[in-house]
């Protein structure tokens, strides 16, 4: 049986467009899922490579130094006081760092830096590696519908991140909540009671 002319450029036609949907729309869009989920990460290092953190929120500026020793705690505090770190609560903050994502990119000019809070910061944290290398990240305020916050890390470009409102959560905390639990070692010995002496009736 010979197919009409007609019929035959159809189903050419067909296949050329199925071929054009599945390199380009289907292949095309699983690089575009790589592309944006590179582009979500905030940071390139791990956790390892932190040296010291410095965190400014609001009037207090916090620094905390990795101590050359596998004991815990691996933190200490150096400024404004001067003593061992609570490693949970930098943990917490470190996880943040390394494995935080940002929900989208914004485009934005230098002057309109202050509509999305990143003039006047709610807090900074500058990360120091231990090849010398630094990064920093600043924390404007939250987006219309208050879920996540503006956010501009190293300054690239003016593009501002939009970034998980945890990183409030992590830093803005008491110096007492920095610093180390002392583990409490001396139990307090029971009063002594008096041995019951028998009695003869």
Known sequence: MKLPKTTLILILLALGLGSFVY???IKGKSRQTEIKAQKQKIFDFSADDVQSLTIKFKETTLQLEKRNTTEKPQWEI??????????AIVSYLMDLLVKGKSERTVSVLPT?????????PIATIDVKL???QSHQLIL???????????????????NLLLVSKDF???????????????EKTDLESLPSLPSPTPTNK
Do not use: C
């Open 168 to 182: 409030v959560n992590a830093v803005n905390r008491d110096i007492s909540e920095w610093k180390q639990i002392e």
């Open 130 to 132: 231990k090849n010398q």
């Open 23 to 25: 390199f380009h729309e």
């Open 140 to 158: 404007g305020k939250g987006d219309f519908n208050n879920q996540f916050l503006y956010a501009q890390a190293d300054n690239k470009n003016m």
């Open 112 to 120: 309109e830096l202050s509509e999305f809070g990143l003039d006047k």
């Open 78 to 87: 150096k400024s404004p006081i001067s003593t061992l770190a609570n490693d």
